[in-house]
């Protein structure tokens, strides 16, 4: 059965669809597609909301940004029911990562974009020193398309959210499709917080809404999903002459050192893997360990999953597959990893016996790079495991993939494990942990190869929604002159690169 069915689509071409619920495969409501007409009027009203907001305070702006965390406190049984029948995930991930996240998002922004995006004075440097003084200004860059994956339907959207509007932006927000009624709740809980009418717009729709909206004269696209839309995306923005973050799909690797700590590292290997049923950009979907450990660990492991709980209802620790699409994803990744060998010694199979979407908390092990399970993203939850010869195999091996997101080392040894982290080709990694660069604004996020463009989050990631403004002020107070250009003032130009620039000294004090 299709979660996400189209019911009708008029004249018009306006597309009607029924969502339904991974749990209880129960409706939970309908959604129209936006029209492009709409698309284009909310962008034309979102202009309109930036002027006024561009004009506020730091300050101002940040009181409606902590109202909204407010909001989220006081909504967030609403919000963790909402996101529940939506996507499936288990209370404590829906608590953790759509209350306490976005609240965690926010709150960094609300408090210190003033800091980030300070009009910062310098003095030019080299001859310029003499007559130029120089001011950067973080100008705003007008209307913000924000374009969300079912993953993360509140976290993914607040964060972007609170970084474009903390810059004096507005954002038209076209969710996920398979999610859409958790941006609902968001844009009521930011009116309910004082945002200005119309600055922060969400327009329901598919893949053709969020096509349209990048053509609707929007001036940045703040993009999160898979590689294949990302690269849409990407040219989409090219045509268009518009900045764009992709913050796209991952593979993410975990090398177990010869000297881990093996019960803390077969944790990190089930955390990582089963975290939000394993749609996590950062999931850990491949874990290599060196054949010296490999028993050991494997068997740490298999104890850890046989304990897991997966429940319709009640306490569950891995919760459902958010939609039909991605079982089938991993479904045949699954079928096409045991065809070529791999060996399955717990879950592996659909749960049938549950009503809903349900894959087990499962773990795979011979396994290798020929198999889809260890070479495309599966986001399931599942740890695949490979053993390796050593460390050098396990970091080769990593680095041999399309994606390169995040990745983690798990050793005793700290620096040892900076130095492998460092030879990881990704846009961040994490020692004895999961993944947690996301979370952590001072750690800028992105991903390198087909897993992004760009990086998002903290000092870096906000400045990504302004552009920096130079406003350069001649303090000399005569005219420049010049004209007319002669022999004699073309030899006087050849003088001064002469005098400073031939000279090892000069050069160095005026640059
Ligand atoms: P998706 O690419 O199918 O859809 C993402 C969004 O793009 C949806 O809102 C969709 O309607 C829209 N879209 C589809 N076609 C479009 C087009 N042509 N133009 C504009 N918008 C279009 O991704 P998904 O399946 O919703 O999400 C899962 C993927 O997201 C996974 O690959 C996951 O790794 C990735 N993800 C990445 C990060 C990260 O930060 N790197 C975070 C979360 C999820």
């Known amino acids: 059965m299709a979660l996400l069915e189209q019911i009708a689509s008029d004249e018009t071409g306006r597309r009607r669809y029924d969502v339904k619920s991974p749990v209880s495969l129960e409706s939970i409501g309908q959604f129209e597609a936006a029209s492009d007409a709409e698309v284009r009027a909310a962008v034309d009203r979102a202009r309109k909301a930036q002027r006024e907001w561009a004009t506020k305070s730091f300050d101002e702006r940040a009181v409606i940004l902590w109202r909204l965390v407010d909001q989220i406190v006081e909504r967030q049984d609403e919000i963790v029911d909402l996101v529940i029948k939506e996507t499936g995930k288990t209370l404590n991930e829906a608590i953790a990562m759509e209350v306490m ?81 958790s941006a609902v709740l968001l844009q009521e809980m930011a009116e309910a917080a004082g945002f200005p009418t119309d600055l922060y717009q969400v327009i329901q729709g598919d893949g053709q809404t969020g096509a349209a ?51 803390r590292a077969a944790d990190g290997a089930v955390r990582g893997s089963f975290f939000n049923t394993g749609h996590y950009c950062c999931g850990t979907e491949r874990v290599y360990v060196p054949e010296s450990i490999y028993e050991p660990f494997v068997a740490k492991v298999v104890a850890q999953v046989e304990t897991l709980k997966q429940a319709e209802k009640g306490a569950s620790d891995v919760g459902a597959v958010f939609w039909d699409k991605q079982m089938d ?11 070529k060998g791999a060996r399955v010694l717990v879950g592996g199979e659909r749960d049938r016996s549950l009503s809903g979407y349900f894959f087990p908390p499962t773990v795979v092990v011979d396994v290798d790079h020929s198999m889809d399970l260890m070479s495309r993203e599966t986001f399931g939850p599942i740890v695949a495991i490979q053993k390796v010869r050593d460390e050098e195999e396990a970091i080769e091996l990593a680095n041999d993939s399309d994606y390169g997101l995040s990745g983690n080392v798990w050793t005793k040894d700290l620096a040892k494990g900076a130095k492998i982290g460092e030879r990881m080709v990704t846009g961040s990694v994490s020692v004895n942990d999961i993944s947690v660069t996301y979370g952590i604004p ?52 050849r003088k001064i690169i002469k005098t400073v620039f031939g000279n090892k000294i000069l050069r160095r004090l005026f640059v």
């Open 329 to 339: 994803i991993i479904e045949e990744h699954m079928s096409d990893a045991k065809k």
């Open 101 to 181: 996240a976005p609240c965690m998002q926010i709150s960094h922004y609300a408090k210190r974009a003033k800091k980030y995006l300070a009009t910062q004075h310098k003095r030019a440097a080299g001859i310029m020193r003499f007559s130029k003084k120089v001011t950067l200004h973080y100008q705003p860059l007008g209307v913000v398309a924000l374009i969300t994956p079912w993953n993360g339907p509140v976290a993914l959207a607040a964060n972007p959210l609170a970084q474009a509007t903390m810059a004096g932006n507005a954002v038209v927000h076209k969710p996920s499709e398979v999610t859409p009624f």
């Open 442 to 493: 001072e750690a800028p996020f992105g991903g390198v190869k087909e897993s992004g463009v760009g990086q998002v989050n903290g000092e870096l990631g906000i400045r990504g929604y302004c552009h920096l403004h130079p406003v350069i002020i001649d303090t000399t107070k005569r005219a420049q002159g010049g004209y007319p250009y002669t022999e004699e003032s073309a030899a006087g130009l």
């Open 213 to 263: 909206l990048i053509e609707a004269g929007v001036d940045k696209v703040s993009f999160t999903g898979s590689v294949a839309t990302g690269r849409k995306v990407g040219e989409a923005c090219g045509r268009n002459l518009i900045p764009v973050t992709l913050e796209l799909g991952g593979k993410d690797a975990m090398i177990v050192c010869q000297d881990a700590d093996l019960d």
